[in-house]
């Protein structure tokens, strides 16, 4: 109780001084987007002691009150959201070098991206240019990831020899997510390290990001006044950092490992792997190589970008197939008309050949995204927005969830309809040309990843699709509340069956 009454204290005592004293505003500029609150730390103790769940129920009431775009004081900075797609492509996409900055870190932060020298938070310059085109040239591009395919099938294998076993019962039905997530962290271990790692490896690297990432949240508090807490809360601080160093000391073995291999170069089935390219590149800012560390956090985010994200998304798709029988035996039929029966594995070619199939994972991807927010902006200058000033100081988020289901855009929105992408205009997920779905983000800071994400969503979905039919289970029925942990992930994991065809 005492921490959140120190926390609760000093969240009003920051925010009321801002209010009193430094917030200045011209009469002749636009106001600050409507804020709910009389008192603005109001709002936050509303939700802050449920965590981003209590954040997400509450922006949403606020957004059907108040309109597409308010503002909250979380902190001493203005934090706006944004729910209205048209807004969020004028402000990402068509005056996108103004609202491509991000905020400064939080101290906790700091030390898990290396003071931000990490792609997905990094200020926007060429620090950051550099980290981001070394992966989408060096890895991401579309003949690179052509290269992984052996990787997706080796992977593919695990996953069937996993379900095969465990394939559920009645008594006993099969917790889907454990094993997408299992086999989803192989494939990007293996894309990061270079090899394939054993059972062993990929459970011990697979424990200390989840626990990293699982934990995170939890240590928030330590950054509303760090110089405070540290002192009050000093073993808070020592077991985050502990959490930390567990991590270093798994990931830098493997590291220093593929070092050794391409410095000596005579592995015939040498295939360059996310760590090789960070080795020797350079920081143009700073004239220096990365940091061990460093490489610690872009392995880090590495393997959360594509493992929970993709695992989520596949989680949410097969439920919806569960739950909708008749949209996976359409889907089932797509596929028997494009695959012949004694093919063994759907090739991303052939995936590519199926529009119900992509229609599928764009309508999971538009209902259920992995992230309800995307990180959070900030602008580098006064700028204005749909009528209001978006202060340089503020922070400003763009809200994914709300924006997929307008239904303003989309009809029926809470309901999983795959024919709503099928003819048509097709929906480009991209932003560039209109924003009616972001399960990406938009605009620069667009999620680099998006197209080997489609690549392993269609793949997978397909594979599984057509090697088993997904029934669920009496007394475990396919239920769509969300919870809130590193993704949006289902409230009560998916239980089913998986009967071989």
């Not at 493992?307 to 989520?312: G, H, I, K, L």
């Not at 969503?457 to 969300?482: I, P, Q």
Request: with cysteine; net charge positive; hydrophobic share 40%.
């Amino acid at each position: 109780m005492a921490i959140w009454l120190l926390i609760l204290l000093s969240l009003s005592l920051s925010l009321l001084l801002h209010l009193l004293f430094f917030r200045r505003r011209q009469s002749s500029s636009p106001p600050l987007p409507p804020d709910p609150n009389f008192l603005p730390f109001l709002g936050t103790i509303r939700w802050l002691r449920k965590g981003f769940s209590g954040l997400n129920l509450y922006l949403r009431s606020v957004h059907h009150r108040l309109g597409p775009i308010i503002t909250l004081r979380i902190r001493s900075r203005p934090a706006i959201f944004i729910a209205d797609g048209s807004l969020a492509h004028q402000a990402l996409v068509l005056n996108g070098a103004v609202f491509a900055e991000r905020p400064p870190a939080a101290p906790t932060s700091r030390i898990t991206s290396s003071n931000q020298h990490v792609i997905t938070s990094g200020f926007y310059g060429a620090t950051w240019r550099t980290l981001r085109r070394n992966l989408t040239s060096e890895i991401l591009n579309p003949s690179r990831v052509r290269t992984y395919s052996h990787a997706r099938r080796w992977v593919l294998e695990i996953l069937s020899d996993r379900i095969r076993k465990h394939h559920g019962s009645e008594e006993e039905p099969i917790v889907v997510v454990e094993h997408f997530q299992y086999a989803m962290f192989a494939l990007l271990a293996l894309m990061c390290f270079g090899d394939k790692l054993d059972e062993k490896q990929i459970e011990e690297v697979g424990y200390v990001q989840r626990r990293m990432l699982l934990n995170f949240y939890r240590f928030n508090f330590l950054n509303l006044c760090p110089k405070l807490t540290k002192i009050i809360f000093k073993r808070k601080w020592e077991e985050f950092l502990q959490i930390r160093k567990e991590q270093e000391d798994v990931l830098l073995p493997l590291i220093r490992a593929r070092r050794k291999i391409v410095q000596e170069r005579n592995k015939k089935d040498y295939v360059q792997s996310y760590v090789d390219t960070l080795l020797d590149l350079e920081l143009p800012d700073e004239k220096r190589k990365l940091t061990e560390k460093e490489m610690v956090s872009l392995c880090s985010e590495f393997l959360n970008g594509g493992t929970d994200t993709t695992a989520t998304t596949l989680q949410w798709i097969m439920a919806n197939l569960v739950k909708n029988p008749e949209i996976q035996e359409k889907l089932y039929q797509e596929i028997k008309s494009v695959i012949r029966e004694e093919v063994k594995e759907i090739e991303e070619e052939e995936a590519h050949k199926m529009p119900y199939l992509k229609a599928v994972v764009l309508e999971g991807l538009r209902r259920h995204p992995p992230g309800h927010l995307v990180l959070p902006h900030s602008v580098t200058e006064d700028t204005v927005l749909g009528g209001y000033k978006i202060p340089k100081e503020g922070t400003v988020n763009f809200m994914v969830a709300e924006i997929g289901r307008d239904p303003s855009v989309w009809d029926e929105p809470m309901k999983f309809k795959p024919e709503r992408f099928m003819g048509g205009e097709p929906v480009d997920i991209t932003g560039s040309r209109g924003i009616k779905m972001m399960p990406f983000g938009a605009g620069r800071r667009i999620c680099p990843g998006i197209g080997l994400a489609m690549v392993h969503l269609e793949y997978y979905v397909a594979n599984m699709v057509r090697e088993f039919e997904w029934k669920g289970v009496k007394g475990c029925e396919v239920d769509l509340a969300e919870k809130v942990e590193f993704t949006v992930v289902m409230k009560h994991p998916l239980k089913a069956r998986a009967v071989p065809r």
